[in-house]
């Protein structure tokens, strides 16, 4: 098995994700609200690049069961029903409703990773399931939706418990990048806590505007068993 791991959606080039399992990742907070979502009932969320975007497809669904959900810089958009906050993402809110869902970085890296064999949407919350879910028996890409385009520590120190699990799994010595095999040493000295995300740049950005009641939640390990998936930009449970 070959991993590559992509610390940013702009680092996934033509060809790249290609016949491949793409595990998208971006703890603070975009896929961990997907898994809370999936997982309190929500039956589609279609990730959307642009708050214009998002605005006119939801616009073109039934209102009543639609949810517009992001935010920018943290804060929720004006207008939306729901910002990024797992806390938000009940199952009185979401239960039976589509979510239409736009953030700064996450929902990006959704998009970089849609020509993928099969895209899976990864936190903490469901790390072990979603290992589960990338087998053995295909090539892994794992693109981090980072930071404005940049390296976020969060995401990648995910990365890299998810990758040494995968590793551990294989029955042959993996083949990783650079950036896999960076990712696979950050997470033997960082375990995933609410203060080391709180020590983040993405964390202490929530901190400086309120949301740091957020962190513990996106802190949480294998809380669920849920593995949402991405088919045609829509990404639900392979039931739905």
Do not use: W
């Amino acid at each position: 098995m070959r991993i590559d791991a992509y610390f940013a959606p702009s680092g996934v080039v033509d060809g790249d994700v290609e016949g491949r399992v793409a595990v998208v990742i971006d703890v603070i907070r975009a896929t961990t609200c997907i898994t809370e979502a999936m997982a309190n009932g929500a039956k589609t969320i279609f990730p959307c690049a642009s708050i214009e975007e998002a605005t006119k497809l939801g616009a073109s669904l039934d209102r009543e069961q639609t949810l517009l959900c992001g935010e920018r810089k943290g804060v929720a958009i004006n207008g939306f029903d729901l910002g990024n906050s797992p806390a938000e993402f009940t199952a009185e809110r979401v239960a039976g409703k589509q979510l239409v869902m736009t953030t700064t970085n996450g929902t990006r890296a959704f998009l970089a990773a849609a020509d993928a064999a099969l895209v899976l949407s990864a936190c903490f919350q469901n790390l072990s399931a979603v290992v589960e879910a990338v087998g053995t028996d295909r090539d892994l890409a794992v693109v981090c939706a980072g930071k404005e385009d940049q390296f976020a520590l969060d995401d990648v120190v995910c990365a890299g418990h998810l990758i040494r699990r995968v590793m551990a799994r294989v029955p042959e010595p993996a083949q990783l990048n650079d950036a896999a095999g960076a990712a696979a040493t950050l997470a033997e000295r960082f375990e995933p806590t609410a203060d080391f995300l709180a020590r983040t740049a993405a964390g202490q950005a929530l901190v400086r505007i309120g949301l740091e009641s957020d962190l513990p939640l996106c802190a949480e390990v294998d809380k669920h068993t849920i593995v949402p998936r991405m088919y045609d930009r829509r990404i639900s449970t392979p039931s739905e």
